[in-house]
């Protein structure tokens, strides 16, 4: 009886009080608002840390939250976990919010990532003159480890002393033309033509300098690892 009183107490309580911006947002995420069955969250951070191999201990230092809080979420201690924790756990993970919320559900694909035009980082943006790339990556640089898109350079168009990150590596491969790749060193210089549909791969942490050396404009494949932009 004094049960049920009170949480006639308790429905009446949560009627007169407004929900938080917050907590709206929490109940939004885990579907706690509506009856619907939560997440499971225990099981996608157990998957997560077994695949990533990352210890309790680490993960608290990535988090900055208490190693007792994650594995109450662990040991199914806390069900519903806040948006606020939700989020740093995602972003040591490096997923979206969306993707650990599919992977609690079941839903989440995983290695498969497709993407739409208004995905991607960039369509046909023209960096200088003569000089243009198409991304087909995901639109942010933390959702993905590499880079692919195609670089479109006028007849004769040089681009001069690009240089990414150290152990950058890199990989090209012209489709309509021969470019010309010039690798500029300390003391040394060294150069080589690569034709349609031949592929370089090279280290993209040494300045180098890519050439247009037919008579009309060229596409060419890039690939990056880690991204570039």
């Known amino acids: 009886m004094y049960q049920k009183i009170g949480q006639k107490l308790k429905e009446k309580q949560a009627r007169r009080t407004p929900k938080t ?69 995602a972003t040591a993970f490096k997923l979206s919010l969306n993707d650990l919320l599919l992977m609690a559900r079941g839903e989440y694909e995983g290695n498969l990532y497709k993407t739409t035009a208004g995905q991607r980082w960039s369509i046909g943006f023209e960096i200088e003159k003569g000089f243009s790339i198409h991304s087909f990556s995901p639109l942010s640089a933390g959702q993905r480890d590499f880079f692919i898109g195609v670089m479109t350079l006028r007849a004769g168009k040089k681009l001069r002393y690009w240089k990414f990150t150290s152990q950058a590596k890199a990989c090209i491969q012209p489709w309509e033309g021969d470019l010309l790749f010039i690798y500029h060193g300390m003391n040394w210089r060294k150069e080589m033509k690569v034709s349609a549909n031949e592929t370089l791969y090279y280290d993209a942490s040494i300045p180098h300098t890519f050439e247009n050396v037919s008579g009309r404009e060229n596409r060419v494949l890039l690939v990056t690892y880690p991204s570039i932009f």
């Open 21 to 89: 911006s917050v907590q709206a947002e929490d109940e939004k995420l885990t579907g706690n608002g509506g009856g619907a069955e939560l997440p499971d969250f225990a099981k996608a951070l157990k998957a997560l840390r077994a695949e990533r191999d990352i210890s309790l201990e680490k993960l608290s230092k990535l988090t900055g939250i208490n190693k007792q809080t994650l594995h109450s979420v662990e040991n199914y201690s806390t069900r519903n976990p806040s948006f606020a924790n939700l989020e740093k756990i």
